[in-house]
């Protein structure tokens, strides 16, 4: 204002009347410019009085310039000048960017540079013209200035407008259109049809219109006009707006969970009744079974915790049925997260309150499973077999290898002759009490596995023939598979094994429930028997698949497992350098940790414990327990699997670093302490492997006719195996036979096994295997006076051990190229 007043004053008393100067004079002047916006001053401020009081005097010619919304005409001709194309061509786009401003000059400017920005709007070098697509363009949003822009027009709408849109608002930025049909079909929420408002809502710019959704221009949009409905108001027509979606919602998952969000904005402050709290708490049930449903599980926490907090004081005296649900979900999705603290204080809550032994099968099969990822798997077991007891199916408390082979070949013909299709025709089983029965056996065998493996034969044909009798359910599938893996565990028929593994399969591709089996069933027909028959590097890459399917389904449990059996099969077979696979076991033991999946855990441990070793590197990312403390909390747990794996883990370490006496003593001390561990295993290959050229090579030291034993008892075994897999054993065939013909004499037909199984690995991608050929064929030429020869191939051994970063081995194994090194034997006389 005080620089108007001067102007004023200037113009006024300083610049002479226009009428008494000469026309030379006149020509010359002064010109003053300035701008304001028209609503944001009134007639009677400062501004408009000086403007006034200018065109009163006579002295200055003061012209008036209204700067207003461009028409959509005036747009499209911009933009046809500015892209230098035809009226025609630009009329849709140009009518696009009117909508998006408004008209807006300056908003124009800044919506045309956001669509080039984005590619939107690009010069096409070929067409040599400016191109674009108008679907894309309507996608883009509008300035936060339209917005704003758009915000001053509301007190213009019309009354019935205003109220769809703000009922629209409290259903957040966008609406199906499914949605606003079910809202207009109560005809609770307005008394007028909504779908009639849309379409003045589009054109006003308020919303716009993507196939069957209907979306606010702007958030600022949405949240202004949510805002203008009072706080109260706006509470009480969520709960309107929920209780008629409800209505509708029949078996529809998404309008009912739609329906629940709405209720839960009002019920979150406790403004629901005694009536409505009892009604709200079962639609909230329902809303968290629809979001297990598709593993929205994070979303499901938030109905069961809703549910739970509007039930009554004495729910469990007066909606019994209902809190049973609730707490079982509530256990469920706290273990998936591996919350075990939440998880166990919700089952004691379920057990303590259950008023049959049916009711309670549901919490005890998750305090089972509770009791097994706290690594207690002889009580998880014991909890197991005293509830298949009082579910009629009874087993001896003594399992021994006998009884095993008897009730192995009592099922031996029903499974020879089983097929999918056969299964299939089955009738569904109905029986309540087997149908329990079969999903605790599921449960038991996979603990059967980690601390008792040989129930799991009496497990698995016991499921087989409840099945035949009384038809097929889910759990069929996996007494199934189990009964496949025992018989490779325990017996020699692998194509037996073979043959029921591809039977389970077939049943799990075609099942329903697909990814539940898949990651259920990793070991028995992944680890167990597809690793064995088909090749190792084919079979790598279904273990994220499989955790993949796992996680979607919320089995913590079988998704930790799967991404272990990753880390430990990509370290045995050499798949990964040992970096790649130390980086992936520390991202397994931070799952398993945040998971509290306690054996995935201390497996890991062992695993990371070799690799860190042989890589030469020190881990700091995580704590690791040394193989002592694991070996004790094995102990402890009584878990067989840790057992395995830290032996398995430290023969490994053994043997690499060539103390071939270590591993004979290591395997001879295990199988002493686990006489019960008579199955035979995926890794009793590589233990194969380890063991026979530990054998062979203390038969030709010590000369003592034992170990030539054992070294052929590993030949046999293995040129068995290479029958049924050339791709994963024939390497490892060829190596142990030309370590025989060494020990035999036999120089000749050692040397041609020694480069078969050079050229087996290197063709079937074992590099580390490789290596190891590489480096006994070295050890052999230069024992056998061919230094030079020797010298080359301890020199590949050597490149590929660093290839697969075994760093500490390749540092061992140059210390032996030293020294026999004629050059080094001269350094040192030289010295």
């Known amino acids: 204002s005080f620089v108007m007043g001067g102007m004023t004053d200037f113009v006024v008393n300083y610049i002479p009347d226009s009428s008494g100067v000469s026309g030379e004079i006149c020509r010359r002047g002064l010109l003053i410019a300035g701008t304001f916006r028209s609503n944001e001053v009134e007639e009677s401020d400062d501004l408009i009085q000086s403007i006034n009081l200018m065109k009163e005097s006579g002295r200055a010619n003061v012209t008036m310039l209204t700067v207003g919304e461009l028409s959509k005409v005036d747009v499209t001709k911009l933009v046809s000048s500015k892209l230098c194309l035809p009226w025609r061509y630009t009329k849709e786009l140009g009518g696009l960017v009117h909508s998006k401003t408004r008209g807006n000059p300056f908003f124009v400017v800044q919506f045309l540079r956001s669509i080039i920005q984005n590619k939107m709007l690009s010069f096409s070098v070929k067409s040599r013209r400016w191109t674009w697509d108008c679907d894309v363009v309507d996608m883009q949003m509008i300035s936060d200035g339209v917005a704003e822009l758009l915000t001053t027009t509301f007190s213009q709408l019309s009354s019935t407008l205003m109220r769809t849109v703000k009922i629209l608002s409290c259903l957040g930025s966008q609406v199906e259109e499914s949605t606003i049909n079910a809202l207009d079909s109560t005809n609770e929420v307005l008394s007028f049809n909504m779908q009639k408002e849309l379409a003045l809502a589009v054109k006003e710019g308020i919303m716009e219109k993507a196939g069957p959704v209907y979306q606010f221009t702007h958030d600022i949009i949405q949240q202004t006009i949510y805002e203008l409905i009072p706080s109260h108001n706006r509470k009480l027509l969520h709960r309107t707006i929920g209780k008629d979606l409800l209505k509708f919602a029949v078996n529809d998952p998404t309008t009912h969970l739609l329906a629940v969000d709405q209720i839960n904005i009002f019920c979150k402050d406790g403004n629901a009744n005694l009536e409505e709290c009892s009604q709200f708490a079962q639609s909230n049930a329902t809303a968290a079974k629809f979001a297990i449903a598709s593993s929205s599980f994070e979303q499901a926490r938030s109905y069961i915790d809703m549910g739970m907090q509007l039930l009554e004081t004495q729910h469990w005296e007066t909606q019994y049925s209902l809190s049973l649900d609730l707490f079982e979900m509530s256990a469920s999705v706290s273990c998936m997260h591996g919350e075990i603290t939440e998880m166990s204080t919700r089952l004691d809550e379920i057990l303590s309150h ?26 998880a077991r014991s909890n197991c077999l005293i509830i298949l007891s009082n579910l009629g199916e009874v087993f001896p408390s003594e399992v021994n290898l006998p009884l095993v082979l008897n009730e192995l070949s009592l099922i031996q013909k029903t499974l020879r002759n089983i097929t999918s299709n056969q299964i299939k025709l089955l009738a569904p089983m109905t029986d309540r009490k087997k149908l329990n029965a079969m999903k605790f056996l599921n449960m038991l065998c996979m603990y059967s ?48 094994a073979s043959h029921i593994g591809k039977v389970s399969e077939s049943l799990v591709e075609e099942s329903p429930k697909k990814h539940v089996l898949r990651s259920r069933l990793c070991k028995e027909l992944m680890t167990g028997l597809r690793m064995i028959t088909e090749p190792c590097h084919s079979v790598l890459p279904l273990y994220p698949e499989l955790y993949n399917s796992a996680m979607l389904v919320g089995d913590v449990e079988n998704a930790m497992i799967c991404r272990w059996s990753y880390c430990a099969v990509s370290f045995w077979i050499g798949a990964s350098d040992l970096f790649s696979v130390s980086k992936n076991l520390v991202m397994c033991i931070k799952e398993a940790t945040k998971y509290q999946q306690n054996t995935v855990l201390y497996n890991t441990m062992a695993h990371l414990n070799v690799c860190s070793y042989l890589s030469g590197r020190t881990n700091v990312e995580v704590d690791v327990k040394s193989f002592d403390e694991l070996k004790s909390i094995a102990e402890k747990t009584n878990s067989a699997i840790l057992f395995w794996q830290i032996f398995m883990s430290q023969m490994a370490l053994k043997f690499w670093m060539r103390e071939y006496k270590d591993v004979v003593e290591l395997s001879e001390k295990h199988s002493e302490k686990h006489p019960s561990s008579q199955q035979k295993r995926v890794l009793n290959v590589v233990r194969t492997l380890f063991e026979g050229v530990a054998y062979l090579n203390l038969a030709r030291d010590t000369k003592q006719a034992k170990w030539k034993i054992l070294g052929e008892k590993a030949v046999t075994w293995m040129s068995q195996l290479e029958s049924m897999s050339k791709w994963n054993f024939e390497n490892k065939s060829k190596l142990l036979q030309a370590e025989l013909h060494y020990l035999e004499g036999d120089l000749e037909s050692a040397e041609a096994f020694y480069k078969a199984s050079i050229k087996s690995a290197h063709e079937h991608k074992f590099i580390h295997e490789e290596a190891l050929a590489c480096e006994l064929y070295g050890i052999f030429c230069i024992e056998n006076h061919v230094a030079d020869e020797g010298t080359k191939q301890l020199h590949i051994a050597l490149d590929k051990y660093k290839q697969w970063g075994a760093m500490k081995k390749a540092d061992q194994l140059q210390l032996f190229i030293d020294l026999v090194n004629p050059t080094y034997f001269g350094r040192l006389k030289l010295v």
Not at 461 to 486: H, K, N, P, Q, W
């Open 449 to 496: 596995v980690i601390s008792k493996p040989m129930l799991l034969p009496l497990l698995s044909c016991r499921m087989v023939r409840l099945t035949m009798e009384y038809g097929f359910c889910d759990d069929s599938i996996v007494g199934l598979a189990t009964a496949g893996l025992s018989v490779f565990h325990f017996t020699d028929d692998i194509q037996l």
């Open 354 to 379: 259950s008023r049959s032994f049916d009711d309670s099968l549901k919490a005890s099969s998750l305090l089972v499973k509770l009791l097994a990822s706290s690594s207690k798997f002889e009580e």
